[in-house]
Nanobody, 125 residues
Framework: VQLQASGGGLVQAGASLRLSCSAS????????IAWFRQAPGKEREFVAA????????YYSDSVRGRFTISGDNAINMVYLQMNSLKPEDTAVYYC???????????????????WGQGTQVTVSS
């Protein structure tokens, strides 16, 4: 299984970006796919997750209403649309996957077996 995150960049506050996560070796429909982020000196933080088979999405309080996670099963892609970006959204963003869906731990990095390499998002004020 390989995950590839892309779409990061340098933007000004208030702008939008769309991150993409592609996968080989698994079917996104049967997996829980999540986005995490990690800023320098901070722990890895849950951002959003999706379970396509039951059409459920999950968000952290810090991004709910600004970010949207979605997927395209036909091409095994998951997206993170990020609107109204803030300087505090600056981080390396990672996509992760796991065959399980355990609601008590879905927001924890330990829930996920597979990780992509990360893409940098920098939001200037």
């Amino acid at each position: 299984v390989q995950l590839q995150a892309s779409g990061g960049g340098l933007v000004q506050a208030g702008a939008s970006l769309r991150l993409s996560c592609s996968a080989s070796g698994l079917s996104f429909r049967e997996y829980t796919i999540a986005w995490f982020r990690q800023a320098p000196g901070k722990e890895r933080e849950f951002v959003a997750a999706i379970r396509r088979s039951i059409s459920n999405t999950y968000y952290s309080d810090s991004v709910r209403g600004r970010f949207t996670i979605s997927g395209d099963n036909a091409i095994n892609m998951v997206y993170l649309q990020m609107n109204s970006l803030k300087p505090e959204d600056t981080a390396v963003y990672y996509c992760a996957a796991d065959a399980r869906l355990i609601l008590s731990s879905i927001r924890m990095p330990q829930h996920y077996d597979y990780w992509g390499q990360g893409t940098q998002v920098t939001v200037s004020s």
